[in-house]
């Protein structure tokens, strides 16, 4: 059993809307706080669960999903360090769309609704931080149905694997390391596993890329953005 969180209240106010909170409120929340712990391939919820909170992943991965009665499975989204799901959900009084799973060993921390309607109640400032979180993830989700429905497979692997290049903030040649398995990011842009394999096989062809597992080398990314297949 892993060591308890040390410091939750720090911890709290790195998720946006409780970040200007006073210390009372913030110790408030924390005693409304509950860890949690995953382990790899451990599922937090089902489709179909009562919503009593929402989460913030402290480390580790989860995996928002879906699956059919046939058994196929459409990951959703996935959540690394330091961002919270389930935020929206929790006001619609209907239970979670999707099913949670760890990706690898996690720790969250899970923050009853309660507290969160009790801040909006008292505070508007809070109300209109807590919405325009919910509104960025909206736009988010509304990018990746864009993505899906007007980019090729190909745009989509080009796209995901610059947005890795983004998030680290250089620019030039650049190895990335996959965030996670391949099957995973595969059913995240809407691909087969082989139709991913392809386009990494025919990317590597053009001496835009080197694959070595996880680990990705681009050596031209302006190239790569400019690549037709």
């Known amino acids: 059993m892993p060591n308890p969180i040390a410091d939750i209240p720090t911890l709290l106010r790195q998720i946006s809307f409780f970040s200007e909170l006073s210390a009372d409120d913030i110790d408030r929340v ?28 402290v480390s580790g991965q989860v995996k928002l999903a879906v699956s059919s009665a046939q058994g196929n499975e459409k990951v959703v989204e996935i959540i690394s360090p330091m961002h919270s799901f389930g935020e929206a959900v929790m006001f ?4 979670y769309p999707v099913f949670a799973e760890g990706l690898v060993a996690t720790r969250l921390l ?22 325009a979180g919910m509104a960025i993830r909206l736009h988010s989700m509304i990018q990746d149905v864009e993505i899906y429905s ?15 290049v983004e998030q680290d903030g250089a620019t030039g040649a650049q190895d990335i390391q996959l965030p996670t398995s391949k099957q995973v990011i595969a ?4 691909l087969t596993p082989e139709t991913l394999s392809r386009i990494f096989h025919d990317l590597v062809n053009a001496g835009l890329i080197t694959v070595h597992g996880k680990h990705i080398a681009l050596h031209d990314p302006v190239g790569l953005a400019h690549y037709q297949g």
């Open 110 to 131: 899970h923050i009853g609704q309660a507290v969160v309607s009790d801040l909006i109640d008292q505070d508007s400032s809070f109300a209109r931080k807590l919405l």
């Open 30 to 57: 924390a005693r409304y706080t509950r860890e949690r712990t995953l382990e790899k391939g451990e599922v937090l919820f089902q489709r179909g669960d009562p919503v009593h909170g929402f989460f913030f992943v």
């Open 150 to 164: 007007l980019r090729s497979s190909t745009q989509r692997v080009i796209g995901y694997l610059l947005q890795q």
């Open 187 to 190: 059913s995240r842009l809407n």
């Open 92 to 95: 619609l009084n209907r239970p």
